[in-house]
């Protein structure tokens, strides 16, 4: 039987809570046996992006994260590109890698909906479900409204996911700790110990 590995791919400027609860339940939800962060150097649609801090930073503040779950991992695969990432090449390369192994990707629904994504059939096609993580209350016939407006051959392969409702985001931590205020348990705290040791977001 092939492994089945989960992966959450995204700038993390910084992870937060809502990551990781996103991923636990993804792994729980479809039965994963690992869930693969995958922070990218240049993201395709936040090059402009105020305050994005280093892809290593990045890398290292998800490892600081994570360490403490054995199902969780984080891989450089992005990080150490010097062009733009887009998720249907990293698939593209993982699956040269891992030609035995289950690709289910996680992603927020508003991201899927809003992003413009790059081969996105493409990328379906390689995967064995694509995750839409949604608010809760989200209701499966607003689902599936939406992913019939995406017109896509697979649009079969995108499963929705209701998790409970985290109100943090990168965003809002960057502009609190700009302003002095605690993000005590909205990030891991050694995340947070690591933000303060480097100055970061200021």
């Not at 240049?42 to 054995?70: D, K, T």
């Not at 896509?152 to 931590?173: C, R, W, Y």
């Amino acid at each position: 039987m092939n492994k089945k590995i989960g992966i959450m791919g995204g700038t993390f400027n910084p992870i937060h809570i809502g990551h990781l609860l996103a991923a636990s339940s993804a792994l729980e939800t479809f039965e994963l046996d690992e869930v693969m962060f995958i922070p990218n150097n240049i993201p395709p649609h936040r090059r402009n992006e105020e305050f994005l801090v280093s892809g290593e930073l990045r890398y290292q503040m998800v490892s600081l994260a994570i360490e403490s779950n054995p199902q969780f991992s984080v891989s450089r695969e992005e990080i150490d590109r010097k062009e733009v990432s887009f998720t249907s090449d990293t698939v593209t390369r993982l699956k040269e890698k891992m030609p035995d192994v289950d690709f289910t990707f996680i992603t927020g629904m508003d991201s899927l909906m809003k992003n413009k994504w790059y081969k996105l059939d493409n990328l379906l096609e390689m995967l064995e479900r694509f995750v839409a993580v949604t608010r809760p209350g989200f209701s499966p016939g607003e689902f599936e409204a939406a992913r019939k407006e995406l017109c896509l051959e697979n649009d079969n392969k995108i499963s929705m996911m209701e998790m409970p409702a985290v109100g943090v985001s990168s965003t809002m931590i960057r502009e609190r700790i700009r302003s002095g205020k605690s993000v005590r348990y909205m990030i891991p705290e050694k995340v947070e110990s690591f933000i303060l040791e480097h100055h970061l977001y200021k």
